[in-house]
């Protein structure tokens, strides 16, 4: 049975969607089946990885509102072990019109529970907000990694969030674990990118990711060619650095055990 993994943080620009496409393409090519669920209205997910949101009729908005099945909506990826649940525009409209509905924080774990089974990680790109469709997110994952950007405002808000898994975890989902905390946009060479990696990790200790993302120009190009880092540019710092985190879940996960020696070193 497949793990379901949101990744999520109601601040902007700290790195999801990269990391959603990245992580998700890492464990893909160390041979697990991995489904990318695109659940923000802004379609990076689905754009990254090369398809165009506006071509894409249907979508995580029909499997919320519709029912519809979402084995008949995921798209198939360049790599064979990678699926995409996509998303477009009509996603902004779910948040309103799932208000009324019966069990309206179930509607995605309802969806993903007839193809969880067909999939050994299905990733979750959630949007930067606390929305109903993050919470219907939080609701069906199993456990939820958090980017925190290596800069000044690092953990605002993050408080805010820890507190919502909270409230999911005590009225919904008890099930719900933090995967991990990753930080991102790592530049050693800044003092404050150096301050706010000790930091981070004095408060949280082991809910750290010891992989840290550094800052990379390949990333951030990558998406533009609507491909993964590790397509891009395999030698890449970045590609380096997300298949050690893909390692670094699956022997948190007692899927593989890294040898010090086999760890690739960025």
């Known amino acids: 049975m497949g793990k379901i993994i949101c990744i999520a943080n109601q601040k902007g620009g700290v790195g999801k969607t990269t990391t ?3 992580l998700s393409s890492a464990l893909a090519l160390l041979e697990f089946k991995i489904l990318l669920v695109d659940a923000d209205p802004q379609a ?19 499997t919320l509102i519709q029912d519809l099945n979402p084995k008949d909506i ?26 009324d509905l019966p069990n309206r924080e ?39 990694i958090i980017p925190v950007q290596c800069e000044f405002f690092a953990l605002e808000g993050l ?6 898994i909270k409230i999911v975890q005590r009225s919904i989902n008890p099930k719900l674990e933090i995967e991990g905390i990753l930080l991102t946009m790592y530049d050693s060479r800044l003092r404050l990118s150096n301050q706010v990696v000790e930091e ?23 998406p533009s060619f609507g491909i993964s880092v590790i397509e ?3 030698g890449s710092k970045g590609s380096i650095n997300y298949l050690n985190l893909a390692r ?3 022997q948190k996960n007692g899927l593989t055990k890294i040898q010090e020696e086999d760890k690739v070193l960025s």
């Open 200 to 222: 981070v990790k004095t408060h949280f200790q082991q809910l750290v990711f010891d992989t840290i993302i550094q800052r990379n120009t390949r990333l951030s190009e990558a």
């Open 44 to 62: 990076n997910s689905t754009s990254g990885l090369g398809f165009d949101p506006k071509n894409i009729k249907i979508g995580l908005y029909e």
């Open 232 to 234: 891009h540019d395999a």
């Open 74 to 99: 995921i798209l198939k990826t360049h790599n064979e072990n990678l699926f995409l649940l996509p998303a477009n525009i009509d996603l902004v409209g779910a948040e309103i019109e799932i208000v």
């Open 106 to 144: 179930k509607l995605m774990q309802r969806a993903l529970n007839k193809i969880k089974d067909s999939y050994d990680f299905i990733i979750i790109d959630c949007s930067p907000s606390l929305g109903l469709i993050t919470t219907n997110a939080l609701t069906s994952a199993d456990s939820i």
């Open 248 to 250: 670094e879940i699956l």
């Open 20 to 22: 959603a496409i990245n």
């Open 159 to 164: 408080g805010k969030l820890l507190n919502t």
